[in-house]
């Protein structure tokens, strides 16, 4: 499909993605999804795959999380198309181990060119859904109200144990290290800053190994300064009209 048209597709499909996931109210497990990367086709993204065919899992996986973000109350986060599907599953092991510590993180993330600021601002990621006893062992939400996106998640974990929320191996290690540490007090007490971060963060995570194709580029370039100059027109013209009103 040429770049423009996927790009339109794209905003259709960012649609049809936010009146799904408000109407399920499942963006956590959209958020899950499109950090793991998986392939696994889950029933409601196959929904709006069938609407957008055209459209590569890869992408529709991302996009589905900015979208719970956005959802959720969170920051909007920058998305660039052009992902391609891949056959080939992702290593089983490149997951993070819920009982293991700081070292173990590290490990994980710095291969991914992540630094200890991405580990705890993307760990923010557990302000929204809860863990299931029958997919994981583990069970509870991390904060009390695990469909907003807020910075509870940092404010409970300065807080300690507390009735009802969970906290695994990898969250406890957050406060433990003073590196990490350092960052989760700064986001419970700064909200903006949090949501900065993440949206930065996510934005790495999301475009790790995918360079967007310079067509796509260019055709969003084009349908942005389309979006700026329609704009640019209503508030022209609607500075014209009030002139006019007012010299009458
Ligand atoms: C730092 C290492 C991480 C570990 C060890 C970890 C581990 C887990 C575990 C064990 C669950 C429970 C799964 C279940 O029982 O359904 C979970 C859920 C979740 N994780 Fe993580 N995770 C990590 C990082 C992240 C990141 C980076 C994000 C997103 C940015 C994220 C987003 C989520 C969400 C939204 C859920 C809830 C899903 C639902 O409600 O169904 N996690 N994670």
Redesign the pocket.
């Known amino acids: 499909m040429a770049g423009i048209e996927y790009v339109k597709e794209i905003e259709k499909a960012r649609r049809d993605l936010k009146a799904l996931i408000s109407s399920k109210h499942c963006a956590?497990?959209m958020?899950?999804l499109a950090?793991m990367g998986s392939h696994m086709a889950l029933s409601s993204v196959k929904e709006v795959k069938a609407k957008h065919p055209k459209i590569s899992y890869a992408d529709l996986y991302q996009l589905a999380g900015v979208v719970a973000f956005e959802v959720t109350g969170g920051p909007c986060i920058d998305f660039v198309p052009g992902r391609k599907d891949s056959m080939i599953s992702p290593k089983e092991g490149r997951l993070?181990?819920?009982n293991k510590g700081a070292s173990h993180?590290r490990d994980v993330f710095y291969r991914m060119g992540l630094s200890d600021r991405d580990i705890v601002a993307?760990?923010g990621?557990?302000t929204?859904?809860?863990?299931?006893p029958e997919?994981?062992g583990?069970e509870g939400p991390w904060t009390k109200d695990p469909l907003k996106f807020d910075n509870s998640y940092f404010v409970e974990l300065l807080r300690g144990d507390s009735e009802g929320l969970l906290k695994?191996r990898?969250d406890k290690v957050l406060v433990e290290d003073p590196e990490f540490r350092k960052y989760v007090v700064l986001y419970a007490k700064d909200e903006e800053a949090f949501f900065k971060d993440y949206a930065t963060s996510?934005k790495k995570l999301s475009e790790l190994g995918f360079t967007s194709p310079s067509f796509l580029r260019s055709a969003l370039k084009k349908m942005m300064i389309s979006v700026a100059v329609a704009a640019t027109v209503v508030i022209l013209s609607y500075l014209y009209q009030i002139t006019r009103r007012e010299s009458h």
């Open positions: 956590p497990i958020l899950r950090y993070p181990d819920a993180l993307l760990s990621g557990h929204l859904g809860r863990a299931h997919r994981s583990f695994l990898t996510h």
